[in-house]
């Protein structure tokens, strides 16, 4: 991987991955919309908003085997990632008994665990949590419940 070498720390591959989504694709603010863009749209064109942001970096941390949650907060989206990095930020909390760190895609160089937000993110502001994967699970903040997600079978025809 061009962009984080295998010789590299699992969480200095993460900060280096990190370092090309927030330096290298601009943030685009689109008020109240968001624009989905997948990956390699976000590539192509250089800039995205929070959500392609944040999806662009999580197809990243996928293709090294990095885990990661995905914090749904009003109006935002951003992720946490688990590891050995610095609380400097104050911007860490825990779920399910592993410590996650808050990462901003938006903010150019953003450190893991050392840089600040303006306006700062904490714990107190995800609303709902989501685990990634086929069987995903999405919980409410607030409630600590797991909301399930409604599958219906189509009968073939």
């Known amino acids: ?51 392609g942001k944040v999806v662009l970096y999580a197809s990243f941390l996928e293709q090294i085997g990095y885990p990661y949650l995905l914090l749904y907060m009003q109006g935002h989206i951003c992720l946490a990632i688990p590891g050995d990095f610095p609380e400097s930020n104050e911007m860490s909390f825990e779920h399910e008994g592993t410590k996650y760190y808050m990462v901003e895609t938006t903010v150019p160089g953003f450190i893991i665990g050392e840089t600040r937000t303006i306006p700062s993110l904490g714990e107190a502001d995800i609303e709902f949590i989501q ?21 219906i079978e189509v009968p073939a025809s």
């Open 1 to 51: 991987n061009l962009l984080a070498p295998d010789s590299l720390t699992p969480e200095a591959r993460a900060q280096a991955l990190l370092t090309f989504v927030t330096d290298e694709i601009a943030y685009e603010d689109h008020g109240r919309y968001e624009i989905f863009m997948k990956p390699h749209e976000t590539i192509l064109s250089g800039q995205s908003d929070c959500s």
């Open 131 to 151: 685990e990634p994967g086929y069987d995903s699970k999405l919980f409410e903040v607030s409630t600590q419940d797991s909301l399930g997600f409604l599958t």
